[in-house]
């Protein structure tokens, strides 16, 4: 349903491969990633962000001051407020290994709010000293919207299954195709119809 991990991976690859060369006209290139991706120190102080970043977090990060993550306020999938210093790039730079499974919410600063699926990777030097991480973020608000609209969808129609009465049964069908027909219309929208 969600970008897949190797697309992340590759994105990661590419980057880590143009941020070990130190060729500033190629990291020059990271800005032109339409994903946002961002790299910090070994205290996790944002050194590098590209454009896509401030859209993604409705913000400019302030380089060498914001740590562990370019967004305002973080959240967990279920609601609870995610403290910076306890978020995936914070755990990867603490653990020196990357973060992989997990997902987020950030808040901009006008409040809306974006899930997200992080891939916080640490940099390490050649004598194998922590250097930082580098961490792309990949938007799923679509993808979970869908999701979401597809669930309720099927609910419509297994309450439509379980009940007697034709009126309430037709009532709960027309929901049900409501919901799909707003869920193909998001998946049209973002340009992915592989989320149906």
Not at 82 to 99: E, G
Not at 147 to 172: G, N, S
Request: net charge negative.
């Amino acid at each position: 349903m969600y970008p897949s991990a190797a697309f992340a991976e590759d994105i990661l690859s590419r980057a880590l491969a143009v941020i070990g060369s130190g060729d500033s006209a190629l990291l020059a290139a990271l800005d032109e990633l339409a994903a946002p991706i961002y790299v910090t120190d070994a205290e996790g102080l944002i050194t590098y962000f590209n454009p896509a970043c401030v859209d993604f977090a409705g913000r400019t990060p302030e380089l060498g001051e914001d740590r562990w993550c370019v967004t305002w306020k973080l959240y967990t999938d279920d609601g609870r407020f995610l403290p910076h210093d306890q978020c995936p790039m914070a755990m990867a730079i603490r653990t020196k290994s990357p973060v992989r499974g997990a997902s987020a919410v950030a808040e901009r600063p006008d409040g809306t709010r974006v899930t997200f699926v992080p891939y916080p990777t640490p940099l390490f030097a050649e004598d194998g000293s922590l250097r930082g991480a580098v961490n792309i973020l990949i938007d799923v608000t679509d993808a979970r919207q869908v999701e979401f609209l597809l669930a309720q969808a099927e609910k419509c129609r297994r309450l439509a299954r379980a009940i007697c009465d034709p009126q309430t049964e037709d009532t709960l069908g027309t929901l049900a195709v409501q919901y799909e027909e707003k869920a193909r219309a998001l998946a049209i929208k973002a340009g992915d119809i592989a989320l149906l």
